[in-house]
């Protein structure tokens, strides 16, 4: 089964901590969303976070930050983004599947499951630990995270070898609104890039019933299984 790959780029989590929000682009495979649950252990995306206005005498404390709250933190450094310095750095979200989530303990997690010839793909935050990341953040940088201001991006490229249809509604698809139940049938070797809308993003402040106990998991996508 070929690895999964995602990417996550954050301007606060590629996370990009920036005016209280941040952005998530992340890329997906189906051949690994269809081969999820042949592994018991989880699958690590890959990710990038950057963070606005990080000069490099602050990069340590950056770096402390980070280590503190997310999983395989490497290669902290600073870039030069739009004319602003910034703090950037990879690190490793998990993405697990099975018939129930049984609990993550990273801030951020993805989790597939697999349910009447469906890949349901939901996006995922430990509350406990999100609300550990927000007091840090705002102990160092005198900002709290504001999900209704940040990006969640993820891309899903079919490399299965056949035609995929995405059912979705409440994001933007590839750029354009979808407010309402659609769906897209996506050829292979090209892809769909998913945005959570603000109904969706505002929806993580609160828990539902539906929720696993600590987390918040909101419905991203559902794909049918080729």
């Not at 992340?26 to 950057?50: E, G, M, R, W």
């Not at 249809?165 to 090209?190: A, Q």
């Not at 505002?202 to 918040?216: A, Q, V």
Request: aromatic share 10%.
């Amino acid at each position: 089964m070929k690895k999964i790959k995602w990417s996550i780029l954050i301007v606060l989590l590629a996370l990009v901590i920036t005016a209280c929000g941040f952005d998530l682009d992340s890329t997906a495979y189906v051949v690994d969303i269809v081969n999820i649950n042949d592994t018991s252990a989880p699958l690590y995306a890959n990710a990038t976070i950057i963070n606005s206005y990080i000069e490099e005498e602050e990069i340590s404390e950056f770096e402390t930050l980070l280590t503190h709250h997310l999983s395989n933190v490497e290669n902290v450094r600073v870039e030069e983004i739009d004319y602003t310095p910034s703090g950037v750095a990879e690190f490793s979200i998990p993405m697990f599947g099975g018939d129930t989530f049984t609990g993550s303990q990273d801030v951020f997690s993805i989790y597939v499951k697999h349910q009447n010839g469906q890949a349901l793909i939901y996006f995922i935050i430990n509350q406990e630990k999100y609300d550990a990341l927000d007091a840090e953040v705002y102990e160092t940088q005198y900002q709290n995270l504001d999900l209704s201001q940040s990006t969640i991006k993820i891309e899903v490229v079919n490399d299965s070898g056949k035609d995929v249809i995405f059912h979705t509604s409440g994001v933007f698809v590839n750029g354009s609104p979808v407010p309402f139940d659609e769906s897209f049938t996506i050829e292979h070797r090209d892809s769909i890039e998913l945005t959570l809308g603000d109904v969706l993003k505002e929806s993580f402040k609160f828990h539902t019933d539906d929720d696993p106990k600590g987390y918040t998991m909101r419905l991203i996508t559902s794909m049918d299984l080729p």
